[in-house]
């Protein structure tokens, strides 16, 4: 009977023990659970609060196009006859997307021939342009007339590499960037670079900023804002320096928010 009530009695205390673990692990899962509410919440909340405070830009699409935003194949400075009389040819050009406050048109060359290239402004004008730019398409040939004032101050201003000093040299020129990595780096030796082989960088200046400002901003039919500037690039060079047997240059324009 004694063994009985000593077997009850341990039987009692285990049930107790196991109830007090039971009941432990519930309060230590609902504390668990409330952390990891409070935790999701506080998350949440930040989440929205960064959402209400943050405006993510998006990429915005900037292109250049030949003429009247025309495929840029159309910008052919391939065929330049040096026997001109003139002595330097105008070709229509346009930099156009969705809209923006400012951007970056740059000039890039080569300096194998000794060409002076000159950039400006530009108008389209179908009555009484001075410059002419012709394309083709299904229906035939198409010449539309831009303008723009010679007499003004060109946005580049570019010249062949010897009519620059050390000085002028040094600020449109650069090896590391030419000839290293994506980040500059580790660039080849210098003296494994044929000098004309160093390209020479012209940012587009006006207004003392080295940044262009859209002229005219429009809006489609879908509402969404767009511009389309347009330049004349004036390539022109001196008497006797440059014949058609002529070497090679690498020519680049780029545009970038």
């Not at 026997?83 to 890039?108: H, K, W």
């Not at 980040?183 to 200046?205: C, H």
Request: a negative charge.
């Amino acid at each position: 009977m004694e063994n009985q009530i000593h077997n009850m009695d341990n039987k009692s205390k285990m049930n107790n023990k196991v109830k007090k673990m039971y009941i432990s692990s519930i309060i230590a899962l609902i504390l668990a659970l409330t952390a990891l509410i409070g935790v999701t919440l506080a998350w949440f909340f930040n989440r929205r609060e960064l959402d209400t405070l943050t405006w993510i830009k998006t990429p915005t699409r900037l292109d250049i196009g030949s003429g009247n935003n025309h495929d840029i194949a159309y910008l052919d400075l391939g065929s330049i006859d040096a026997d001109t009389e003139s002595r330097e040819v105008e070709q229509v050009f346009c930099v156009y997307g969705e809209s923006v406050d400012i951007y970056s048109l740059q000039l890039a060359y080569t300096t194998n021939i000794a060409f002076y290239y000159d950039i400006y402004r530009a108008s389209y004008d179908p009555d009484n342009g001075n410059v002419e730019f012709t394309y083709t398409d299904n229906n035939g040939d198409h010449t539309e007339k831009f303008s723009y004032n010679p007499g003004s101050t060109p946005v580049i201003q570019a010249k062949p590499l010897n009519k620059m000093d050390a000085a002028e040299v040094a600020t449109h020129q650069s090896h590391a960037l030419s000839y290293g990595d994506d980040k500059g780096l580790n660039p080849v030796e210098t003296s494994k670079v044929q000098s004309n082989a160093e390209p020479l960088y012209w940012l587009a200046s006006e207004n003392g900023l080295n940044v262009m400002k859209p002229q005219e901003v429009k809006t489609d039919i879908t509402g969404s804002a767009y511009f389309c500037d347009y330049y004349v690039i004036k390539i022109h060079w001196d008497e006797e320096t440059v014949i058609n047997d002529k070497e090679t240059d690498m020519v680049y324009l780029t545009v970038s928010r």
